[in-house]
């Protein structure tokens, strides 16, 4: 049972051409612990461009992606058109698609069964608001939210689930190592009765919400926190550091 450490940097909508250019620069220099695996979310408009000068140890996602291959469905990116850009990976089920743009539980299940269907990794983001954790319903929350996905998909090994307490996104309020623990810990127990022992084991479950340079390590020692999933601090070069957590 060894679950290779993955972190993930979401550039959320950030970046112009020149200040990609500046994380490029700080990726390349790293160095990255080659142990971890490290994807970047890139905005749809600058995937093509971060793919050619990423160095080849990262790997651009899309923050998003619709349930089918193409059609009338204007302002979409399909998985099928990042294929052909030669993207491997999408984020889908951020909170911020959640709770700003309205995507409900079944709307984001149907697009992690259509990316893998098509061939892509998928970051499924899942997480509990601040009122639903002080109403004690937590787990509740993020079962129901990876239950819609286990619902409509069989095959978990391209899946990484990032556990994103919405509280802790954006707000510099991170989730101690035991909080984030306690919530991985239920979900891989969850997913051993709902799923499987083996996606159980196997499936890596990553932290994000407010994740930094000085937090990373104590979290990274968490028996079930198998990397994380970065916004802010994915634009600056502290990202180097949180890469290199376990070291
Ligand atoms: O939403 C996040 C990553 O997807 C977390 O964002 P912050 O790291 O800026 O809190």
Redesign the pocket.
Known sequence: MSRKFWV?G?W?MNGTKKEIEGIVDFLKKGPLDPNVEVVV?VPAVYLDYSKGVLPPNVAPAAQNAYKVPKGAFTGETSPAMLVDLGIDWV?LG???RRNVFGEPDSLIAEKVAHALETGLNVVA?IGEKLEEREAGQTEAVVYQQTQAIADKIKDWSKVVL?Y?PVW????GKTASPQQAQEVHAQLRKWLKEKVSEKVSNELRIVY????TAANCKELAKEADIDGF??????LKPEFVDIINAKQ
């Not at 999933?229 to 994915?234: I, R, T």
């Open positions: 993930g979401n959320k979310g984020i951020h909170s911020e983001c990032a994103e802790a996104i954006g707000t994000g919400g407010s994740v999933l970065v916004g802010g601090a994915s």
